[in-house]
């Protein structure tokens, strides 16, 4: 009996979404953007500043404990796995997007 050749699964960003070959894998998320709340999108800007917890705290005047839900509803609906690769999809946003004037949304 021949053996049979092993099928190569499919990764789950191979479909729409898919990133450029080279590209970050973290550059598909900037298409769900578009998923978050305004407060979480003021959060998602702020982080491209690398700014901490309490400071955007400060910026927003809400507490700590609320940019970290923040900071997690971000994460959990862009689909990244860490803070650094948010900053980063945060940071190529925001000036990608600098011209009109930060806005996410139409």
Aim: glycine share 6%.
């Amino acid at each position: 009996m021949s053996p049979t050749p092993a099928r190569t699964p499919t990764a789950p960003h191979a479909t729409a979404g898919a990133r450029a070959p080279g590209a970050p894998h973290w550059t598909p998320a900037l298409e769900r953007v578009g998923r978050l709340t305004p407060r979480e999108q003021e959060t998602f800007l702020l982080l491209a500043e690398g700014l901490s917890n309490e400071t955007m705290a400060q910026r927003l005047h809400v507490t700590e404990r609320t940019v970290r839900a923040h900071v997690a509803a971000v994460m959990e609906k862009l689909e990244l796995s860490s803070r650094l690769t948010v900053c980063l999809a945060s940071y190529v946003f925001s000036t990608e997007h600098a011209d009109a004037g930060n806005r996410i949304g139409p």
